[in-house]
C-alpha cells in the first residue's frame, strides 16, 4: 500500500475523545487505511465521557496496536503513512513529543513522523496554558509538527456539539487533503447570512 493511504490516529487521556471517535468513523468509508493507538488515559476517558466501549473504538479503525508494543509497524520510519493526528492530545504526551523523550508506541509513532518530516497535528486540549507549554507548542511548531486545538466555528452556525466536533476535525483532515464534507466552508452559499 502506498503512503498517502495510510495515517495513523492517537488518542490520548485528554477531555475530548469524542474528537479523535468522529475522526475514525469519518474516515472509516475513505480509501484510508487508520493505524489507531490509545493510551490507557484514554481508555479511562472514553468511560467517563461516552457510553461505547474501548473494543468498538478498536473496530472503527484498520489496525489496532497496543500502546506498549514499541515494535509495532508505526514504530519505524520505513512504514511510510502519510502523518498522524492525535485527537485529543494531553500536555503529556506533546511534551514526551516536544523532547524526543518518548515512553509509549503513541509518543513513538508522532516522534517517527517527525523525524520522517511527514505531516504531524495535534489537538491540544487544555487551558490556560502556561509559559512552559505555550514554549513546548513552539518548539514542535519550529520542527514541523502542526498544534490544532479544537475550536469551535461559529461562522458555520453549529446547532449542536456534534456540528461543532465535525467541523473541528473536518478542518483537521483538510490538512491532509482529506474531504469528508464535515466543514461548513467560508462563502459556501449554504451558510446563514448576516442580518444588518
Known amino acids: 500500500m502506498t503512503s498517502h493511504k495510510r495515517l495513523i490516529i492517537g488518542?490520548?487521556?485528554?477531555?475530548?475523545?469524542?474528537?479523535?471517535?468522529?475522526?475514525?468513523?469519518?474516515?472509516?468509508?475513505?480509501?484510508?487505511?487508520?493505524?489507531l493507538v490509545m493510551s490507557a488515559t484514554a481508555e479511562i476517558?472514553?468511560?467517563?465521557?461516552?457510553?461505547?466501549?474501548?473494543?468498538?473504538?478498536?473496530?472503527?479503525?484498520?489496525v489496532w496496536h497496543p500502546v506498549n508494543d514499541l515494535g509495532a509497524s508505526i514504530s519505524s520510519g520505513s512504514f511510510k503513512t502519510m502523518g498522524m493526528i492525535i485527537a485529543p492530545c494531553t500536555i503529556r504526551t506533546m511534551s514526551e513529543i516536544a523532547t524526543g523523550v518518548t515512553t509509549t508506541l503513541l509518543s513513538r509513532a508522532a516522534d517517527v513522523v517527525l523525524k520522517e518530516h511527514r505531516r504531524l497535528v495535534l489537538m491540544v486540549r487544555e487551558t490556560p496554558l502556561h509559559t512552559g507549554h505555550l514554549r513546548s507548542m513552539t518548539h514542535l511548531s519550529e520542527m514541523g509538527a502542526i498544534i490544532a486545538p479544537p475550536m469551535p466555528a461559529f461562522y458555520a452556525a453549529p446547532h449542536t456539539l456534534?456540528?461543532?466536533?465535525?467541523?473541528?476535525?473536518?478542518?483537521?483532515?483538510?490538512?491532509?487533503?482529506?474531504?469528508?464534507?464535515?466543514?461548513?466552508?467560508?462563502?459556501?452559499?449554504?451558510?446563514?447570512?448576516?442580518?444588518?
Open 45 to 62: 476517558a472514553l468511560a467517563y465521557e461516552t457510553t461505547r466501549k474501548v473494543a468498538e473504538i478498536r473496530e472503527l479503525a484498520d
Open 11 to 35: 488518542i490520548t487521556g485528554a477531555t475530548g475523545i469524542q474528537f479523535g471517535i468522529r475522526i475514525l468513523e469519518l474516515l472509516k468509508p475513505l480509501p484510508v487505511t487508520t493505524h
Open 162 to 196: 456534534e456540528d461543532m466536533v465535525d467541523h473541528a476535525v473536518g478542518r483537521v483532515l483538510d490538512l491532509f487533503d482529506i474531504e469528508t464534507g464535515a466543514v461548513k466552508r467560508w462563502g459556501d452559499e449554504d451558510l446563514p447570512r448576516r442580518r444588518v
